[in-house]
């Protein structure tokens, strides 16, 4: 008696290997003629049915089998729902087109996609717009964006003077632990003596928005200043523990800056590395201009025929070197009229402590013929007050017939132009410098 094993479920047979069909027993497949199986009171079957042939399916069914009808859909990502979680930029989706019946002969569709692009471009626009003057822009980069300077820059030729007026400053960098900064602004002219250059506002407390409207003015500035210096605009915050720190700075070329122009500017303030600002003072000092250029002084001279005398007037000095540990000087002004003439000849002004912009506004005079002028030479020479200790010679200027330049041309309008005041200013040197005073 032969026993025969029942057959394995489908998803057990192996494929066989020399075909890509599979072979389904008849037992596996369910009939609707069989009866239903009874549990209570199990009883054999009369008659089995005849088998049936097998049902053969193709590989590709056989892995079809229990799948989801369909499309394979992606995962949604949150990156789906947010484009700005996206790693690397994505085009912006195409606009929708839409469909419109053509009437007379004309596609109103693409007339339609043009206007809805033109618009789409004008809100990008005013978006934009609407960041930048709220200053999203700028501060979304802590390192490029550290404020805005509105000043007013005005050159005065006929006084030789520049007229710097700051007004405010806006959006600066916060410095302090309250996020808040105490700034101040200070200028410096390049090249030329740090200290003798530098001029500064005073300092707003507690304030990334300050508003100075404050004028600071560089005298002896002349046409030729104009050509080759340049203004630096400093924004610092002041600390009273420790050391001032630096926000940023502007610079502006004076040359770009006409005569009589009020001209107005809203920069943007720049950082720049303490090395090259050192680089660049070291340089500016250590250059041959600066050794020889020692500050500037204003003369006036005139020549009163009817009383045969020659008025001296100091009237102010800039941009002096300075002398003193202090970083500072104690000018007083010198004037020799040559060849000497005894103690008529010898005049001193009074001396003006702790600084190196002095303003003296004090005259001299002279009696001498006007014959005996053409001969004469007047040396002016400024010196730093020392107490108890000899004088430092800061330096000089001589005007008379074996001068020249502007030293020449001062001294022969005064011969020519009798009667009348007139200014200029010279550049100091260290050229036949004495000793001691």
Known sequence: MSVSKPPLPQSHIPPPASSTHLTIPPSSMPSATSPSPSYGNPKPPASLPPPASPVKISMQEHFAINVCPGPI????????????????????????????????????????????????????????????????????????????????????????????????????????????????????????????????????????????????????????????????????????????????????????????????????????????????????????????????????????????????????????????SNGYSDPFVKIILQPDMGKKSKYKTTVKKKTLNPEFNEEFLYEVPKDQLAKKTLEISVWDYDLGMSNDFIGGVELGINAKGEMLKHWFECLKFAGKKVEYWHTLTQQGAPISE
């Open 73 to 324: 859909l992606p995962i949604p990502q949150i990156s789906d729902f947010f484009p700005r979680f996206h790693d690397f930029p994505i085009a912006p989706p195409p606009p929708r087109e839409k469909k419109m019946i053509p009437e007379n002969g004309e596609n109103f569709g693409q007339r339609e996609e043009e206007k809805e692009r033109e618009r789409e471009r004008e809100r990008e626009r005013e978006r934009e717009e609407s960041r930048e003057n709220s200053g999203e822009l700028a501060d979304s980069d802590d390192e490029t964006y550290l404020g805005t300077l509105e000043f007013t820059m005005l050159f005065d030729q006929e006084n030789n003077c520049l007229h710097c007026t700051i007004h405010k400053a806006k959006g600066l960098k916060a410095m302090d632990s309250n996020g808040l900064a105490d700034p101040y602004v200070k200028l410096h002219l390049l090249p030329g003596a740090s200290k003798a250059n530098k001029l500064r506002t005073k300092t707003l407390k507690n304030t990334l928005n300050p508003v100075w409207n404050e004028t600071l003015v560089y005298h002896g500035i002349t046409a030729a200043d104009m050509t080759t210096k340049t203004l630096r605009l400093c924004v610092c915050d002041m600390d009273r523990l420790g050391r001032n720190e630096f926000i940023g700075e502007v610079r502006v070329a004076l040359k770009k800056l006409r005569e009589g122009e009020n001209k107005k500017y809203n920069m943007g303030l720049e950082r720049n590395t303490q090395n090259k600002e050192v680089n660049n003072q070291t340089g500016e000092q250590g250059g041959p201009g600066a050794e020889e250029e020692r500050g500037r002084i204003l003369v006036s001279l005139c020549y009163v025929p009817e009383k045969s005398t020659l008025s001296v007037g100091i009237i102010r000095c800039a941009h002096l070197a300075a002398m003193d």
